[in-house]
Each structure stands twice: as C-alpha cells, then as structure tokens.
C-alpha cells in the first residue's frame, strides 16, 4: 500500500488511485477489526487498528474531507486508549505524524531532545 500513498501524495490533483486506495485500505482496516474483535485483549491489534484509521485520516484530510477525518480522529484515539490500557508499559503514542512507538523508541527519542538541537550546540 506504500506506493499508492506515495501516489496519492505526489499528485493530489488527480483522483484517478482514489478508488483502488480506497478500497485497499478499507480491506486494511477491516482486517484491522477482525483481528481486534478476535484478540481484544491484545494491545497490538489495537495499535494497528489504529494506524490503519491514521493512513485514512491522512487520505481524507488530503482532500479537504473534515469530517470523514475527525470521525476516524475519534476511531483513532479510541483504538489508542484501548490498547494503552492494555498494555500501558509497552506502548506510548508518539506526537510526531500519529506513528505509534515502543517504550525503548520513545526513551531513546526523548534523551536526545533534552540533549538540545545540534544548532543550539554551535
């Protein structure tokens, strides 16, 4: 699904991909559904899950579509706070693009913030 997104974002003008990535990613997120109605004690379906709802956000955002994009903003948070709750030492959502990291990422992203900006060391 990568080069479709690439697609899609290198000509946002033409909508010949829309329906191919459209229902690419519903199948996407449907599957991302499955597994989390299967293993819903699992916190990775729901980090999935909610990743899936993050490309589509993207998708709809990218074509002026507000409220098809907070509606799965809401899908998106509530998929997070599930699988935080699950398994809150594992899992920390990242504020950078909507990406989910593990613990270790994050720690290692954090120390070299408070280190300062390499333009702040010159």
């Known amino acids: 699904m990568g080069g479709a997104v690439v697609a899609l974002f290198?000509?946002?003008?033409?909508?010949?991909?829309?329906?191919a990535f459209t229902s690419r990613l519903r199948a996407v997120i449907a599957s991302g559904e499955r597994w989390a109605s299967?293993?819903?004690?699992?916190?990775?379906?729901?980090?999935?899950?909610?990743?899936?709802?993050?490309?589509?956000?993207?998708?709809?955002?990218?074509?002026?579509?507000?409220?098809?994009a907070a509606r799965d903003g809401k899908r998106i948070k509530n998929a997070l706070e599930r699988a935080l709750s699950l398994d809150p030492a594992s899992t920390t959502p990242t504020p950078d693009w909507g990406c989910i990291s593990t613990t270790r990422t994050s720690r290692?992203?954090?120390?070299?913030?408070?280190?300062?900006?390499?333009a702040s060391r010159r």
Do not use: C, M, T
């Open 10 to 19: 290198l000509d946002i003008d033409n909508r010949s991909k829309d329906a």
């Open 38 to 68: 299967r293993e819903p004690a699992r916190a990775e379906a729901w980090l999935y899950l909610g990743a899936a709802y993050g490309v589509r956000v993207q998708y709809h955002a990218q074509r002026f579509e507000f409220l098809a």
């Open 108 to 118: 290692r992203r954090s120390s070299r913030s408070s280190r300062g900006s390499s």
